[in-house]
């Protein structure tokens, strides 16, 4: 008869204990990630082009106000920066919906892996769309969190978050409500749909303009580099890179 007392019982697991890279089904994270940090750049070289578009057309926008030039030529003098505007909006909602993609099942294989945390994949969704919004409090937590958990030993809770992630938060959250603030949060709430409004704007918000091009594209320079970093630390937790590699 087999001897089962206790002390003949092998010691329970560490609590945080990992299973092995590849022995859980998890979601593959890698493309998503490539695909989203393109068209993070794309949209924000599209962001500065635009920019640089609204500044020459400046003058256009003043002869029109000043009733030098007729409407029909201040749209045709404009229309090239309202088209690059137009690819910098679809650009910016691809990119956005697989960001969230990407945190998502990121999260949710945080999650299979049981390396549960309050900000769970729910909030990797949600957590762009509830209060305090443009401020992105929650999606920086979460990304927070994301790196911690995707740290491959056993004490990632005390795992240290790399200075990227809290630049991408002042970047993309912080810093874009300090030029609302300084160009006026009236004037830039007030533009209607007329073309006295669009001419109106390219005068009176060349430097919010401005500022929004450079801002978007340092904000997505940091982008790339944490979803990268946090993307191959987080292969390397599931195996996927290994998988990658010997497919390779």
Do not use: C
Not at 165 to 179: E, H, K, M, S
Not at 206 to 224: N, P, R, T
Request: charged share 15%; glycine share 10%.
């Amino acid at each position: 008869m087999t001897d089962e007392t206790p002390e003949h019982l092998p010691p329970p697991p560490p609590p945080d204990l990992t299973p092995p890279p590849g022995t859980i089904p998890t979601r593959r994270v890698g493309g998503i990630a490539t695909a989203s940090t393109v068209l993070v750049m794309i949209t924000a070289a599209l962001g500065v082009v635009y920019a640089v578009l609204n500044a020459f057309s400046v003058d256009d926008a003043r002869a029109y106000l000043d009733g030098v030039t007729t409407e029909d030529e201040f749209i045709a003098a404009y229309g090239g920066a309202l088209t690059v505007q137009l690819f910098q909006t679809l650009s910016q909602v691809a990119a956005g919906v697989l960001a969230v993609l990407w945190m998502f099942r990121v999260t949710a294989n945080h999650r299979d892996l049981g390396r549960d945390s309050f900000w769970g994949p729910a909030w990797a969704i949600a957590g762009w769309f509830v209060p305090p919004l443009i401020l992105y409090v929650i999606p920086f937590l979460v990304l927070r969190q994301m790196w911690k958990a995707s740290d491959p030993s056993a004490d990632w809770r005390s795992s240290r978050v790399p200075p990227v992630v809290g630049l991408w938060f002042i970047l993309y959250g912080v810093a874009p409500l300090a030029i609302v603030a300084a160009q006026g949060f009236g004037s830039m709430g007030g533009v209607g749909a007329g073309t006295d409004s669009v001419a109106e704007l390219v005068v009176d918000q060349q430097s919010a303009i401005w500022g929004a091009g450079v801002l978007g594209a340092l904000a997505a320079v940091a982008w790339v580099v944490m979803v990268r970093a946090i993307t191959e630390r987080h292969t390397a937790l599931t195996g996927e890179r290994s998988s990658s590699d010997a497919a390779g």
